[in-house]
């Protein structure tokens, strides 16, 4: 067991590396030729099939987050033979505020065959009167639901 846990802290470290340097020709080395990729942040879904299509898609996500000025802190949540499963925390333009989780699947030989990222690039408490106010407008019957819910608490 240790010795999972071992491979899978080095794995999510390189992960953070690669992306707090932007090392986009490194995701080569990590993906299986016939990998895939699904990250969702803040709703916009971006797919990518076959290494070239996820080696595209990195360069662009490194392109975007050196724009940001963003910058994450990746942390092993769990891991088995298979998956590898990681929290990260962000800061975006100097401003701790993104957050998300990635599931990485993995072949015989240790390569990535599947991976999802959730992020979300300016998450604040449920307190927050912002976050309630992008709520209501981005999905009003839902944020009414919440607040009706949450009043009867």
């Known amino acids: 067991m240790t010795q999972l846990v071992t491979r899978a802290t080095a794995f999510v470290a ?16 990590v993906f299986a030729a016939n990998g895939h990729q699904t990250a ?8 990518a099939n076959g290494i070239d ?12 987050m050196a724009k940001r000025q963003m910058f994450v802190t990746k942390t092993l949540a769990t891991a088995d033979e298979t998956t590898i ?6 800061t975006v333009a100097g401003k ?8 990485w699947k993995l072949d015989d030989a240790g390569l990535v ?4 990222l ?4 300016d998450a604040r408490p449920e307190t927050s009167p912002v976050q309630n106010l992008r709520m209501l407008l981005a999905h009003p ?12 608490g």
Not at 40 to 47: K, S, Y
Not at 85 to 90: A, D, L, M, P, Y
Not at 141 to 152: D, P, Q, T
């Open 14 to 29: 390189e992960a953070e590396r690669m992306t707090n340097e932007r090392d986009v020709d490194g995701i080569r080395t």
């Open 40 to 47: 969702t942040l803040d709703g916009l879904i971006i797919e």
């Open 53 to 64: 299509e996820i080696h595209r898609a990195w360069r662009t996500m490194c392109a975007f």
């Open 85 to 90: 499963v990681n929290e990260w925390i962000g």
């Open 96 to 103: 701790q505020s993104a957050r998300g989780i990635e599931v």
């Open 113 to 116: 065959v599947d991976q999802h």
């Open 118 to 121: 959730y992020g979300f690039l």
């Open 141 to 152: 019957l839902s944020a009414i639901a919440f607040a009706r819910v949450r009043g009867r």
